[in-house]
């Protein structure tokens, strides 16, 4: 145990955590949309493993990160317009047609990678700051400072994407007029509606655009772990739904609930490699993220407020 508490293994740690979070807050900060208008979305993980799918498999045929990324947000814009027709104009139980789209995602992710691949083949994964063509020597001497360079600048694009989200994802919902529309479907939609806001086209916005997150939070994944295989997610996008209980349904708390199973994920990990954890004990080990959702709904959830029409169908009178 004692290596661990080195400087060195505590700041690599430290800024894996980081980078293994980006998936999780990506995916919880576009649900925290959503069920901030009222819709659940338990379809995230299915969402998130066809971008994953569909990220890699245009790098693995072009070699382009920017296209992939591309690809696995066309992917979440797809199968938002899917399930915001099937819940917010068919009226659809918002459960039952999210674990739909999940069973869907994982099934097809997994039949296009038997088809189309058959075999793990990595990819490139994303490029850090300083292995950016054009711009990398700018950042290059930033990562070689002590403890910041490594926490701060040794990471890819995706990752500052990610956590610049959180202000503008807080600003969007407090701070403009979309957002007070969002929260006013979200906990009084007949009262919306009689003021004149359309509670139909708000949710499909914010369905939208929480499936378009899901996507690229997929392609998020895939790329910096540089390969795809059969249920690449194993129930990120389950804990991005239960991330925004956790975090009250406010972007900052969803943030520090990210950070957290990434630094359980990354210490993990690492007490894994250092032999610290028994292998015996590596199959419980793996159970701590699950573990951990299941207290903070216990604990925490219970005790938060959430929005007063969440997963309850809108029907104009």
Not at 49 to 69: I, M, Q, R
Not at 265 to 271: D, V, Y
Request: net charge neutral; proline share 4%.
């Amino acid at each position: 145990m004692s290596q661990f508490f080195t400087l060195s293994v505590l700041t690599a740690t430290l800024a894996t955590a980081i980078k293994f979070a980006v998936p999780y807050l990506l995916a919880s900060l576009g649900e925290t949309i959503g069920q901030r208008s009222g819709v659940l979305n338990l379809g995230v993980d299915g969402i998130m493993l066809l971008g994953a799918f569909g990220a890699y498999y245009t790098v693995l045929e072009t070699d382009s990160h920017l296209l992939g990324l591309a690809v696995g947000l066309i992917i979440g814009l797809l199968m938002g317009l899917l399930y915001a027709v099937v819940t917010v104009f068919l009226h659809a139980q918002q459960g039952i047609s999210g674990i739909g789209i999940f069973l869907f995602g994982l099934g097809f992710s997994d039949l296009l990678f038997q088809e189309l691949v058959g075999s793990v083949k990595p990819v490139k994964p994303l490029p850090t700051l300083d292995k950016l063509p054009g711009v990398g020597g700018i950042f290059e001497p930033l990562v070689d400072i002590d403890i910041l360079g490594p926490l701060v600048f040794d990471h890819d694009l995706m990752t500052y994407t990610a956590f610049l989200l959180v202000p503008v994802v807080t600003w969007l919902l407090n701070k403009t007029t979309f957002g007070m529309n969002v929260r006013a479907v979200g906990e009084n939609p007949q009262a919306a509606d009689s003021l004149g806001v359309s509670v139909a086209r708000t949710r499909f916005i914010a369905i939208m655009f929480g499936c378009v997150l899901a996507g690229l939070a997929g392609a998020t994944l895939a790329l910096q772990l540089a390969v795809f295989q059969h249920n690449l997610t194993n129930g990120i996008g389950f804990i991005a739904v239960a991330l925004v209980y956790f975090g009250a349904w406010q972007p900052r708390w969803v943030m520090a609930g990210a950070l957290l199973y990434g630094l359980v994920t990354a210490t993990r990990l690492r007490w894994q490699s250092l032999d610290i954890i028994p292998q015996g004990a590596s199959d419980i080990a793996a159970m701590t993220p699950a573990i951990i959702t299941i207290l903070a709904l216990v604990l925490l959830a219970s005790r938060a407020r959430g929005p007063a029409a969440l997963t309850k169908p809108f029907t104009r009178h």
